[in-house]
């Protein structure tokens, strides 16, 4: 069975100071891995998303990621945190021989950008 | 474009009282999802559809029901809500074209509130 850990229920950052959100699965094949973000009372938004190809993974709002296959992890990165960037983000993962293409998500991390 | 749109926004039932939630989409997604989020755990999946005509269950299904006799809609039915069913509903689409990693375009979300 495919899961998704966020381990960090909480980041805070300074605004301008780099920002990471860390992200590790566990699939049985290649991973299709996926961020999204989640603004208060609204729905998810898709951020970027790593099927194959190369390991850094570049999304909306300057957001990328870097998948790390033999640590398992998928951890977002942006090199500047602007306080817009306040949300909540899911990591999700998709078994590609899973079924019915259902993504399995993170329990989400809250980030804080600080003035 | 109106995307993914849900219907109500918000809702209060008793114990026992059922209700249905409406998901309209007018991208042309074939595949459609039921979540519920809680606090803590993510998204979980409740039901969800490969076309018209088709539903199955995801993570979640006890206590719900759904239908999709057309394409664009997705019903989620609650036959008798109790109290565990309180949490924050999101509706989501993705089209298949060849490619089952597409993301997923979510909804606005319910909030429904079981008292």
């Known amino acids: 069975a495919q899961s998704v850990a966020q381990p960090e229920d909480q980041v805070n950052v300074a605004e301008g100071n780099p920002l990471t959100v860390k992200c590790t699965y566990s699939?049985?094949?290649?991973?299709?891995l996926f961020w999204y973000v989640q603004y208060p009372n609204r729905g998810l938004q898709f951020l970027l998303k790593?099927?194959?190809?190369?390991?850094l993974v570049k999304g909306s709002y300057g957001f990328e990621a870097e998948f790390n296959k033999s640590q398992t992890s998928f951890h977002l990165k942006k090199p500047s945190a602007l306080v817009s960037d306040s949300a909540l983000y899911f990591c999700?993962?998709?078994?590609?021989?899973?079924?019915?293409?259902?993504?399995?998500f993170g329990s989400g991390t809250q980030l804080t950008v600080l003035p | 474009n109106a995307g993914v749109t849900q219907t109500p926004k918000f809702r209060v039932l008793k114990t026992g009282q059922s209700m249905t939630l409406l998901c309209a989409q007018d991208?042309?997604?074939?595949?459609m999802y039921w979540y519920r989020q809680d606090p803590g755990m993510g998204l979980r999946l409740i039901h969800y559809?490969?076309?018209?005509?088709?539903?199955a269950k995801g993570e979640v299904p006890d206590g719900y029901n759904v239908s999709r006799l057309k394409k664009q809609n997705f019903l989620l039915g609650l036959e008798s809500a109790a109290p565990s069913q309180t949490s924050v509903y999101f509706c989501?689409?993705?089209?298949?074209?060849?490619?089952?990693?597409?993301?997923?375009?979510f909804g606005p979300g319910t909030r429904l509130t079981v008292l």
């Open positions: 989501a689409s993705s089209f298949i074209a060849g490619a089952s990693y597409n993301e997923q375009f």
């Open positions: 790593y099927i194959t190809g190369d390991n």
């Open positions: 699939v049985s094949g290649n991973p299709y």
């Open positions: 991208m042309n997604h074939e595949y």
């Open positions: 559809s490969v076309g018209e005509g088709t539903t």
């Open positions: 999700a993962v998709r078994d590609p021989f899973g079924s019915a293409r259902q993504l399995t």
